[in-house]
């Protein structure tokens, strides 16, 4: 039984590969994902992290924890509050909106009204706002997005579960392109009657039963999904930026990393696994006890 991803690390070019979507030794950049104002200074605070992706659901999960213990919310300026942390480094803002016209309106509004606090907004737009009961055209977030790219205004394309609709997005001048790995994860599980909690890692190669991967519709994992992205731009030098979305899991982010994305958006628990481990933890406690008094007074 042979992965896919096993394939592409003998198969690819090590150049290629290890230095992912983009020019040679560029970082892969940490984004926090949270509109809780608290956990994007803590982050922050630890010096690396390079952006900050919000939604209108994280936007109300942080209003109504803050309105549950009393406190007055005036959302502009909270909003506001989040882009000067975040100043020089990009923070998504999300539509409501789902028609075409609509959406490019509301995206100005928004652009205009809060880009100017630090230079560092970006819209988020669906890349089809098609749901039942929606009065919208499939290409209307498409259409969207190359009027407000050509008006300068940049773009994170949200929603993403293909290379397809990645590569579309991308032609219609998208900045950021989301896949939203952990939910790819979430449905091959629950189409197969998998139980699973949101952290629980989900193999880069796919969950195989009778020698077959459980796939949708030729994606064995959410991590599948942004290498294939990643081939796709590589091969004709697309210049979004591939933002994979949806992490749950340390590993999950190495694999990202490996994978070639250019950003990794986390909420805060993953960020701080990624610098966590027990033999660390237990090498600490080692040192630490094993320090005599004499190298004290040499150092201090």
């Not at 690396?48 to 924890?65: C, H, I, Q, W």
């Not at 994992?221 to 992490?247: C, H, K, M, N």
Request: aromatic content about 10%; glycine content about 6%.
């Amino acid at each position: 039984m042979t992965s896919r991803i096993a394939i592409i690390f003998r198969n690819r070019s090590a150049k290629k590969f290890y230095f992912g979507h983009g020019e040679g030794g560029r970082d892969m950049k940490i984004f926090i994902d949270s509109a809780k104002l608290y956990e994007i200074e803590e982050a922050y605070s630890s010096g690396f992290l390079d952006g900050v992706t919000t939604n209108p659901s994280l936007l109300k999960a942080a209003v109504d924890e803050l309105k549950a213990k009393g406190q007055e919310v005036d959302l502009a300026q909270y909003i506001e509050r989040i882009l000067t942390v975040a100043k020089g480094t990009p923070v998504s803002l999300e539509v409501t909106e789902y028609t075409y016209q609509k959406m490019v309106e509301q995206a100005r509004k928004i652009y205009e009204r809060f880009n100017p606090i630090g230079n560092n907004v970006y819209i988020k737009i669906p890349i089809n706002p098609i749901f039942e009961g929606a009065e919208a055209d499939e290409f209307d977030g498409l259409k969207a997005i190359q009027e407000l790219s050509d008006e300068n205004i940049p773009v994170n394309c949200t929603l993403i579960f293909t290379p397809e609709q990645a590569l579309l997005a991308a032609k219609a001048g998208a900045a950021f392109v989301s896949p939203f790995a952990g939910r790819i994860d979430d449905y091959i599980r629950s189409q197969n009657a998998i139980q699973f909690n949101k952290p629980d890692y989900f193999p880069a190669q796919g969950i195989w039963k009778d020698n077959q991967a459980l796939e949708d519709n030729g994606i064995v994992s959410g991590i599948d999904l942004v290498e294939q992205i990643v081939e796709i731009f590589l091969r004709y030098e697309l210049t979004a930026e591939v933002l994979a979305a949806s992490l749950r899991n340390a590993r999950q982010v190495r694999e990202a990393a490996l994978a070639g994305a250019d950003i990794a958006t986390l909420p805060l628990y993953v960020i701080k696994d990624l610098v966590s481990h027990h033999k660390t933890r237990e090498g600490m406690e080692k040192f630490t006890g094993d320090v005599i008094p004499e190298y004290l007074e040499i150092i201090q």
